[in-house]
T-cell receptor, first 116, second 109 residues
Framework: NAGVMQNPRHLVRRRGQEARLRCSPM?????VYWYRQLPEEGLKFMVY????????ESGMPKERFSAEFPKEGPSILRIQQVVRGDSAAYFC??????????????FGSGTQLSVL | GQNIDQPTEMTATEGAIVQINCTYQ??????LFWYQQHAGEAPTFLSY??LDGLEEKGRFSSFLSRSKGYSYLLLKELQMKDSASYLC??????????WGAGTKLIIKP
């Protein structure tokens, strides 16, 4: 499957636990974007990464949230000490070149995080 | 602030035509995208407009007027599989995508 792969598809956590969301971009893509979507709402940008670099994290809360895209392996969105308000669908998207080229994004199927 | 407005929900009949509007107010403009999102699935790219006018791609067309801050997505010969949410997104002066909340399109037989 050459598409953007996200796992897990569904993740259930209790308040205070950690959530780790994984994203493998399309083959040949080195730019990864994370979005959050609440029901009936649009996609909210969180963070934009290239391999080993965070380019833009302006949409990501300063506390409890972190993201990485290591040289080897998938991009990880990590949420520490989850709260009920973190429950949402988290989508990852990738592109071959950077956002400045207005290249279309390819999205993964998302991870639905539910915090009990 | 930056704002993208789309109708929340629309209903249309199989075989008919529907127009989904999107108005935007953003800091700068570097193009407008339309994506389709079926329930529980990933958004998929439909169209990109950066110049004024109509772009036609099969049953789907997208129109842009930059002076009016307005776009529409036109779907012809509607099929049941077109039932989905349609997301309008604008690339702002920093090339960051600002997303509308989406329009849920319900197709009835």
């Amino acid at each position: 499957n050459a598409g953007v792969m996200q796992n897990p598809r569904h993740l259930v956590r209790r308040r205070g636990q950690e959530a780790r969301l994984r994203c493998s971009p399309m083959k040949g893509h080195s730019h990864v974007y994370w979005y959050r979507q609440l029901p009936e709402e649009g996609l909210k940008f969180m963070v934009y990464l290239q391999k080993e670099n965070i380019i833009d994290e302006s949409g990501m809360p300063k506390e409890r949230f972190s993201a990485e895209f290591p040289k080897e392996g998938p991009s990880i969105l990590r949420i520490q000490q989850v709260v009920r308000g973190d429950s949402a669908a988290y989508f990852c998207a990738s592109s071959k070149t950077n956002q400045g080229s207005n290249e279309k994004l390819f999205f993964g199927s998302g991870t639905q995080l539910s915090v009990l | 602030g930056q704002n993208i407005d789309q109708p929340t929900e629309m209903t249309a009949t199989e075989g008919a035509i529907v127009q989904i509007n999107c108005t935007y107010q953003t800091s700068g403009f570097n193009g407008l995208f339309w994506y389709q999102q079926h329930a529980g699935e990933a958004p998929t790219f439909l169209s990109y407009n950066v110049l004024d006018g109509l772009e036609e791609k099969g049953r789907f067309s997208s129109f842009l007027s930059r002076s009016k801050g307005y776009s529409y997505l036109l779907l012809k010969e509607l099929q049941m599989k077109d039932s989905a949410s349609y997301l309008c997104a604008v690339s702002d002066s920093n090339y960051q995508l600002i997303w509308g909340a989406g329009t849920k399109l319900i197709i009835k037989p």
